[in-house]
Structure formats: structure tokens, C-alpha cells
């Protein structure tokens, strides 16, 4: 009988001992994931809402210098290719290939600039000048840089410089639109 009551006094303290060990990795782990991730959201909080004013900025300096989308892109289709095409394919190309190539080739940075996001933003400024005017290369230049940025900070996912390319494109065409 008593050796009964001792194993059901040691199982219960062995239970009790056996959560505890849980409970404290548990609050192990989180406080080891505290600090990882705090300074991650509150910069890129304040870094998305940066580049979220960019795009009503960007569209009225484009408004100003004269170099609106025109009334061609007005259209249906040009809206779609504005606004969901085209930033996806460009991101696509542009930084899953050619940034994610530059970017493992060249560890090369400038504080918070990478040598690759920079040639990136030039070739995709560049492009644009191409078939655009040289003045649009200026202003594709400073959104091409920070949406190279975003994407190497947020974890190269493409869906944040696309998102964001996609919000440029959009208060360009509401300007332009009018």
C-alpha cells in the first residue's frame, strides 16, 4: 500500500517536473524569437509606409515634368498590363533573375545598398528610357532602387516590389487618367 501512494506521489512529480521542462523551453524559444523579430517588423513597417508615399509623390512629379502614362493607357487593357502584368513580369525578371544573379555574385554594399540592387536599378532605369524618354529613366531610377531594397529585405519574396510596383503604376495611371 505504500509503496502505491510513493509511485503515485513520484509519477505526479515526475508529470509536474516533465511540463516544466516544456514550459521553460517554451519560454526559451520565445524569448530567443522575441528580438529576432522585433527589429525586423518596425523598420520594414516604416520602410513600407516610405515607399507607400512614394507612389502618389512619383506620380505628381511625373505630372509636373510632363511625362504622364497619356491617355492610351486608359484603356481596359492597358490598365490590366499596368497593374497586374507588368509588375509581376518585370519583378520577375528583374529580381528573380537578374538581382538574385548580381546578388550572389557581388556582396558588395554601401550601407544599406547593395552593388546589386544598384546595377539592377540602372539596367531597369535604362529600359525604360529606351522606348519612355530619358527623363522617365530619372524617375523609374529612385522606385527601381527601393524596390530592390524591399525585396532584399524582406526575404526576396517577390510579392512585395511587385505589390509595390503595381501601387506606382496605379497613382501614375489615376494621374494620368484624369
Known amino acids: 500500500m505504500l509503496d502505491i501512494v ?22 526559451y524559444h ?14 520594414m513597417f516604416a520602410a513600407y509606409g516610405l515607399v507607400f508615399a512614394c507612389g502618389p509623390v512619383g506620380a505628381w512629379l511625373a505630372l509636373h515634368s510632363g511625362i504622364g502614362l497619356g491617355a492610351a493607357s486608359c484603356t481596359p487593357t492597358a490598365l490590366l ?13 528583374f529580381r528573380l533573375g537578374l538581382h538574385n544573379f548580381l546578388l550572389n555574385r557581388f556582396q558588395m554594399c554601401w550601407g544599406a545598398l547593395s552593388l546589386a540592387n544598384a546595377l539592377v536599378a540602372v539596367v531597369f532605369s535604362a529600359l525604360h528610357a529606351l522606348h519612355q524618354g530619358s527623363i522617365r529613366m530619372l524617375l523609374t531610377a529612385v522606385p527601381a532602387l527601393l524596390l530592390g531594397w524591399l525585396w532584399e529585405r524582406s526575404g526576396r519574396r517577390l510579392q512585395v516590389p511587385s505589390g509595390f510596383h503595381a501601387w506606382f503604376n496605379l497613382c501614375l495611371a489615376l494621374v494620368s487618367c484624369r
Not at 512529480?13 to 514550459?23: I, L, N, T, V
Request: hydrophobic fraction near 35%; charged fraction near 25%.
Open 81 to 93: 498590363t499596368l497593374l497586374l502584368i507588368a509588375p509581376i513580369a518585370e519583378e520577375t525578371v
Open 6 to 27: 510513493r509511485i503515485k506521489i513520484l509519477s505526479e512529480a515526475g508529470k509536474r517536473m516533465h511540463r516544466s521542462e516544456q514550459e521553460r523551453q517554451r519560454h
Open 30 to 43: 520565445a524569448q530567443t524569437m522575441t528580438p529576432l523579430m522585433q527589429p525586423v517588423y518596425r523598420p
